[in-house]
């Protein structure tokens, strides 16, 4: 992709962060950071192009380790928000 | 490997950001939130997949082998942390995501396919380079110092804040030298990543345990910056969009962190704050009158009230309470009275740590009030129950200007018209202020361990009837 749509990308990215997550509130602000934690382990994508492109040994052990690094950050992070988020329940009779 | 265009290949990845946008959105309601988590998790699925059917055409296994080590990994943390140990777990994984983009960027200079000669790649490089490995050293030692393997007090280095000046010029000179075409060399991005992982470890030591919340939020920002770093490397949009959503979330909740710990970000990065031993400030008048009261008044109190509003802080956590809280809780709701929690933002050690702890011990969510909804409230209310919190309703930061916490927004606690203070003894909070609350008429402190003064109140309240 060219430069200039990337810039632009990123740009209109920032703004539909800012927006999405002021509405979150500060009662799910630790599952946010967990689960927005996950997210940023989209750097898998990343990381399994590199290691897809590796021959040789370091290039494969660094690549591979970056994939591994990131699988956690993403199984981890999702894993651990949604166990989160199974422990907020509503009160039961409500008024 | 399939021949998948760049145009089909786009339109997944515009899919899964669209499912992280939409789960995100989810978030705005603890009734959505865990469905949001999974759509963004299925989000994350498709762009592996599509990524791996058009990229991978060697190493497969290998890459196989990564996903194995790595789910187990991460399968083991999630299951098995403890809730209070949440903080921990979000830099480590902060570490974790940083690293990875780090590695992106280093591999794509180091093993290229043709030589990398655009200024704009070389900058994209460096740029994720440095803010990986920042991310990667300052996020373990903020690891180090939530689970204790580090003093959580500053650790001050002499004239730290030159030192952090000079290598932050250099490593400004070495990332320009290495995105100049002309003047690019290896030797450069060798050097860029040894003075990175040195500044990492560099700002975060000197910051003190209470600042950690600040960090670790600040710190996740960071690890999205650098994988939309990585994005502008590889040309890949997904991870530019996914990258700037999470750097923009983690600097929303820096900023929610700093105004309610009423700090300037720059006064927390500078660090040194707690750095003296313990604070004594509050000898001069040693001896002045609190009201203390036993288990058996406060359950008389609490036993006859209509309203209860539980002001929680870490210290409830501390005491392994909050399970003997909700029982007191749903004994006073089966008598008519309505409860409700008073939730500061940094009631517990990362944002919104206090409301997972209390979930955890089964309290509803709806009962967990924030500053804004429940600070007009205390009028209203028979009495205010405060549990291992200090700072946070100290009304000196409404009324003077001279104090330390002076116009840090407070629960107003002191407006009930009954205040109970839990507490183990008269120390001052970690502002080091004498808190004027204590004082008040209103005020009785009952003295003793959280857990067993709650647990002795519940006990009482069923003798009431």
Do not use: C
């Not at chain 2, 903080?87 to 990875?100: D, M, S």
């Not at chain 2, 030692?141 to 932050?168: E, V």
């Not at chain 2, 969510?365 to 919190?389: H, M, P, Q, W």
Request: aromatic share 8%.
């Amino acid at each position: 992709m060219d430069l200039l749509p990337l810039i632009i990308i990123f740009v209109l990215s920032l703004f539909i962060g800012y927006e999405v997550i002021t509405k979150v509130p500060p009662t799910l602000h630790t599952p946010l950071m967990s689960g927005s934690n996950a997210i940023s382990g989209i750097v898998i994508v990343g990381a399994i192009i590199i290691a897809s492109n590796s021959n040789g040994i370091i290039s494969t052990i660094l690549s591979v380790f970056a994939v591994i690094l990131a699988t956690i950050n993403v199984v981890g992070g999702f894993m651990v928000t949604d166990r989160m988020l199974a422990m907020f329940k509503k009160s039961k009779n409500k008024e | 490997m399939l021949e998948i265009s760049s145009n089909i290949e786009n339109i997944f990845y515009l899919l899964s950001a669209t499912l992280f946008i939409i789960g995100l959105k989810r978030l705005a309601s603890p009734a959505t939130a865990r469905n949001g988590n999974r759509l963004a998790s299925i989000g994350m699925l498709i762009a592996i997949i599509i990524t791996i059917v058009k990229y991978t055409n060697t190493n497969f296994e290998w890459i196989i082998l990564g996903f194995i080590i790595g789910g187990i990994l991460g399968l083991a943390l999630s299951r098995y942390v403890q809730m209070t140990a949440m903080p921990q777990l979000v830099a480590i994984f902060n570490a974790f995501g940083g690293g990875a983009s780090a590695i992106v960027a280093i591999y794509t200079i180091m093993y290229p396919k043709e030589p990398i000669t655009g200024i704009f790649t070389l900058a994209s490089i460096a740029f994720a380079t440095v803010v990986g490995s920042v991310t990667f050293t300052g996020s373990f030692i903020a690891f180090g110092k939530l689970q204790g393997i580090i003093s959580s007090r500053p650790i001050l280095l002499p004239l730290r804040n030159y030192l952090n000046l000079i290598l932050l010029t250099t490593i400004i000179v070495f990332a320009i030298a290495l995105s100049i075409p002309n003047l690019s060399s290896i030797y450069f991005l060798y050097i860029l990543i040894g003075l990175s992982l040195i500044i990492g470890i560099l700002i975060v030591i000197p910051i003190g345990g209470a600042d950690m919340p600040v960090v670790v939020a600040l710190l996740n920002s960071y690890s999205g910056i650098a994988g939309a770093g990585a994005g502008f490397v590889l040309n890949n949009p997904v991870l530019i969009i996914s990258g700037s959503l999470v750097g923009a979330s983690g600097l929303i909740l820096t900023r929610i962190m700093t105004k309610a710990m009423n700090r300037s970000l720059a006064n927390v990065m500078l660090g040194g704050v707690g750095a003296e031993e313990g604070s004594t400030k509050s000898s001069s008048d040693e001896n002045r009158a609190v009201n203390s009261l036993n288990t058996e008044d406060a359950a008389m109190i609490l036993g006859y009230a209509e309203s209860v509003i539980f002001v929680p802080g870490y210290g409830l956590a501390v005491a392994q309470a909050q399970h003997q809280i909700n029982e007191l809780a749903n004994l006073l709701k089966d008598k008519g009275t309505n409860v409700k929690y008073a939730i500061h933002p940094v009631a517990g050690r990362m944002p919104g740590h206090m409301n997972v702890l209390l979930a955890e011990a089964n309290v509803p969510y709806d009962e967990l009030k924030d500053l804004d909804e429940i600070n007009s409230e205390f009028v209203r209310t028979d009495v205010a129950v405060v549990v291992g919190a200090n700072d946070v309703t100290n009304p000196t930061a409404r009324t003077d200007s001279s104090s330390p916490i002076y116009g840090m927004p407070i629960l107003n606690v002191d407006k009930a018209k009954t205040v109970i203070v839990l507490k183990r003894s008269m120390a001052s909070g970690f502002a080091g202020v004498e808190n004027e609350l204590f004082f008040l008429e209103k005020t009785n402190m009952l003295f003793g361990d959280a857990k067993d003064s709650i647990e002795g109140m519940t006990r009482e309240i069923r003798n009431l009837d």
